[in-house]
């Protein structure tokens, strides 16, 4: 720990300040009063770790099942609230409009799903991980691992935006490159994970949402203040911002109000923002439903979402912790349109430049001028939004690796030190992996995480789905849909990665198309959906055992 | 064995207790409201779009004939002008599409110019682009100046009011290098940037306003959220209800 602050003071002295290309400062040099926030609630956030520090391997799976129904729906809240939500969503609304509504609609409305689905039934079945379930109601340990590899392949997918955004925001904070702000943020996050285990995780995400949604949410009242526009709830006050948009907003009499660099807050009309699928932002309809379809069935299908139901002591505080979870989340997504609408005015002019989309929320707190000290927090907030994620990420991918296949598959005899020992080396694995490929820079935030959304509701989702709601279902149809799910999956994202290398593949128009990378799911899990049942009707019937259990225990 | 079986086997669509079946049917119920609410409305939204030209895009088909013939009034110049200004003020142009809608502005621009203007406004563009590749800072004075001096000269001739919000961008816009003729390719490409640009899909559900915001996009961002708490919340209550009854403990 102390030799890891000595090393980040080390880099803060003896970073390279990039004077900014672009005639604007928002990138600027090396940023005090920020990184001074950023590492006292960094600090903050190891101390209540290590006060909680895991003692055995319960607490670091699961934290003990004692924790309260609010409590647990800060949890999934700050679990929830990553780098995609603080920062991406708002880059995908100021960069296409209505269409970034379908990952707000996407990314809350797969709660409702979770819960009148699952969330009560999962907590009735009583296992640890996702793997754990699925190992044990299809009766495979083969499924097991399968579903083990694919946990930590989400928990990959999902974690390489975090890290993306981790990595903007060190960048804008301490004033160097990407790829090194990747590194230290990484490294940051991996030491705070490693120490803290889940047990001070889980107490530490209330306090980290509490400074989330406070960091998120000053901002907006001064800029609605600022603007005039109705500042008591900014979340209301910005429809009239959409509306100016739309309509364009003439130049005042009086030249007051002006962002940084004193443009005038004013504007051509600019429907495209708000008017649906329109062409210039080049996405469609269909887009649109695919996108907020996959997203919803995605959240009913993440293992690191659907293990927080195991931490609640019974299926009741399971039930209402979605419900306290999703409103938590909520006052985040009501909030994030409102810096992409502001964004978009106060950027209006050639002279800021090409903004990097994923860091408009802190972008648009400048341009608004905004005192310097509040946009720091405002982005240490990103920062442990992202940390939160990545730590309860690292957790289930790593307990995934320890528990459901070192453990269950290969070494059954392994002692809890073992165990715990295994779990922190595949914390260690997934983080270099998360990193290298966070360098590439692939994709916006939101995208790079709606991937991972996608493959969870192609393979994860329709297993819980028919495993909870059907005792039809069985070994051999959990398998063949898997394979059909996983299919699509390794299709829509090898044409992703083949596009991004510059290299057209056969049908490349038409599969990225409908099987965009970040919407596959949207074919993908009903066709695993359909293939499960029909295996399974033509296959032996589920054992009694497993019946009688899902009959007994998960359904009465 | 058969009988023996049947007893444990469970179907979401048939229900074996009526602790099941209630369950089911108020599933089933929000699950309705939420497919409706979520894709029926945006399917209803597709169904009712009616593609709707900014006026801006009317201005344009109305004189863009006289201005490529070559008979255009100082008016209607003037107006071709402005279009494509106004949608390089729009945030999120491809560069291919700024290079068409420069090369008619500044097309535009010095047909409408006289021999004296031409001169006078080309050495000052000169001038206004060596200040700004050197700044590094467009706060600085130098530059701001040479920005007003530049918009100064140009605003008269385009015909802009010194209140149009246009005026923000013009000088950056402004180039010495532009098109002679206005040839057929790119009239036709700079008819696709404007029909991209400038058409969206309106309705009668996004012409409404709640709150200030349009409806839709208030539907969208604001009431779906509101609906699904909403929705979670019921099912909470509801079986808390239900199991209360049929006396189900969890």
Same mark, same amino acid.
């Given at each position: 720990?102390?030799?890891f602050?000595t090393?980040?003071i !080390?880099? $803060? ?10 005639a ?6 090396f ?16 101390m ?41 969503m ?27 689905l ?46 993306g ?26 030491t ?6 889940? =047990?001070?995780?889980t107490?530490?995400?209330?306090i980290?949402?509490?400074? /989330? ?6 901002p !907006?009242?001064?800029?609605t203040?600022?603007?005039?526009y ?16 739309v ?9 007051? !109000?002006?962002n940084?660099?004193?443009?005038? *807050? ?18 469609t ?9 996959? =997203?919803? /069935?995605?959240?009913?299908?993440l293992?690191?979402v ?7 002591p ?8 979605v ?5 938590f ?7 994030a349109?409102v810096?992409s ?21 802190v972008y ?24 939160s ?13 320890? %528990?459901?296949l ?26 270099v ?9 692939l ?7 709606a ?5 969870a ?8 789905? $028919? ?17 059909a ?21 056969p *049908? ?12 596959f ?10 293939v %499960? ?11 009694? #055992? ?11 | ?5 049947? #007893?444990y ?18 599933v ?16 209803v !939204?597709?169904?009712?779009?009616e ?5 801006i895009?009317?201005?344009y088909?109305?004189?863009s ?10 008016d ?22 700024r ?7 500044n ?43 530049l918009?100064?000269?140009?605003v ?6 010194d209140?149009?919000?246009r ?5 950056? #816009? ?25 058409? %969206? ?5 996004t012409?409404m ?15 779906l ?20 009854k ?5």
């Open positions: 720990m102390k030799r602050i090393l980040i !080390l880099l $803060l002295s003896s970073s390279v300040i990039f004077a900014a290309n672009a604007t400062d928002l990138e600027g040099g940023k005090l009063g920020p990184a001074i926030i950023l590492i006292t609630i960094l600090v903050v956030f190891v209540v770790g290590i006060v909680f520090r895991a003692k055995n391997t319960n607490d670091f799976y699961a934290a003990g099942r004692g924790i309260s129904k609010i409590g647990s729906g800060m949890a999934i809240a700050s679990n929830w609230m990553s780098a995609a939500s603080f920062l991406g708002a880059a995908l609304m100021y960069g296409a409009g209505y269409h970034g509504l379908s990952y707000v609609v996407g990314w809350t409305g797969g709660y409702v799903l979770l819960l009148i699952m969330a009560g039934q999962i907590r009735k079945y009583g296992k640890y991980t996702a793997a754990d379930f699925i190992g044990d109601r299809y009766y495979s340990r083969t499924l097991r691992a399968v579903a083990a590899v694919i946990a930590i392949l989400i928990s990959i997918a999902y974690c390489v935006g975090q890290f955004g981790i990595g903007l925001l060190f960048k804008w904070i301490m004033g160097i490159e990407y790829w090194l702000a990747v590194v230290i943020g990484g490294a940051v996050v991996l705070y994970t490693l120490i803290s285990g889940m =047990l001070g995780v107490k530490n995400m209330q980290q949402y509490v400074i /989330i949604i406070i960091s998120f949410l000053i !907006l009242f001064i800029l203040f600022k603007f005039d109705f500042w008591l709830l900014p979340q209301i006050g910005y429809g009239s911002v959409v509306s100016d948009i309509g364009g907003i003439p130049l005042a009499e009086t030249a007051d !109000l002006v940084k660099y004193g443009h005038e *807050f004013a504007m051509v009309p600019m429907p495209e923002y708000a008017m649906p699928w329109d062409p210039a932002t080049g996405q309809f269909f887009q649109w439903i695919a996108i907020a379809f996959s =997203l919803m /069935i995605g959240t009913a299908g293992p690191h659907l293990q927080r139901f195991y931490v609640v019974n299926a009741r505080d399971a039930r209402w912790s419900v306290w979870g999703l409103f989340i909520c006052i985040l997504y009501w909030s349109p810096y609408a502001f964004g978009q005015i106060l950027s209006a002019h050639p002279e800021i430049g090409t903004l990097e989309k994923d860091a408009i929320v648009t707190a400048q341009l608004g001028n905004i005192h310097p000290l509040i946009v720091g927090f405002l982005a240490a907030g990103g920062v442990s939004a992202a940390f994620t990545v730590s309860g990420l690292l957790v289930a991918g790593s307990s995934a690796f320890a %528990h459901d070192y453990v269950k598959v290969f070494r059954p005899n392994s002692s809890p030190k073992v165990q715990l020992r295994m779990a922190r080396y595949g914390t260690v694995v997934m983080a992996i998360v990193a290298s490929i966070a360098l590439l820079k994709a916006l935030i939101g995208r790079l995480v991937v991972a959304f996608s493959l509701g192609c393979t994860i989702f329709p297993l819980f789905l $028919l495993g909870i709601w059907w005792s039809g279902s069985n070994k051999q149809g959990a398998i063949a849909g898997l394979i799910g996983g299919s699509v999956s390794l299709i829509a994202i090898t044409y992703f990665i083949a596009g991004t290398q510059g290299l057209a593949l *049908f490349h128009e038409f599969i990225d198309y409908y099987l965009g990378a970040w919407y799911a949207v074919f993908g899990a009903p066709l695993a959906i359909i %499960h049942i029909i295996v399974a009707k033509l296959t032996p019937e589920t054992p009694i #055992e497993i019946r009688k259990f899902l009959t007994e225990s998960v359904h009465s | 064995m058969e009988t023996n079986n049947q #007893e086997r469970i179907s979401f669509f048939k229900p074996s207790s009526p602790q099941t079946k209630a369950n089911r049917d108020m089933l119920w929000l699950l309705l409201i939420w497919a409706l609410a979520v894709f029926g409305f945006h399917v !939204l597709k169904l009712i779009e593609p709707t030209p900014e006026p895009l009317l201005t088909q109305a004189v004939k006289s201005v490529y013939q070559g008979n255009a009034s100082l209607e110049m003037q107006s071709f002008a402005g279009v494509s200004l106004q949608v390089l003020s729009k945030v999120f142009i491809a560069p291919d599409e290079v068409e809608l420069r090369s008619a502005l097309w535009a621009l010095f047909q409408i110019a006289d021999a004296e203007q031409e001169e006078a406004l080309k050495a000052e563009i000169a001038s206004f682009k060596a200040v700004r590749d050197k700044t590094t800072d467009i706060l600085a004075h130098d530059y701001q100046q040479a920005k007003i001096e918009m100064a000269m140009a008269p001739v385009l015909g802009l009011s209140r149009d919000v005026t923000k961008i013009l000088p950056l #816009e402004l180039d010495t290098e532009y098109p002679e003729t206005m040839t057929d390719e790119n009239v036709a490409q700079l008819e696709l940037v404007l029909n991209k640009y400038l058409i %969206h899909n309106e309705s009668v559900l012409r306003t709640v709150l200030g915001f349009p409806f839709h996009y208030f539907y969208t961002a604001v009431f959220l509101i609906l699904f708490v909403l929705l979670c919340w019921i099912y909470c209550v509801r079986t808390d209800v239900l199991n209360k049929y006396g189900i403990d969890d």
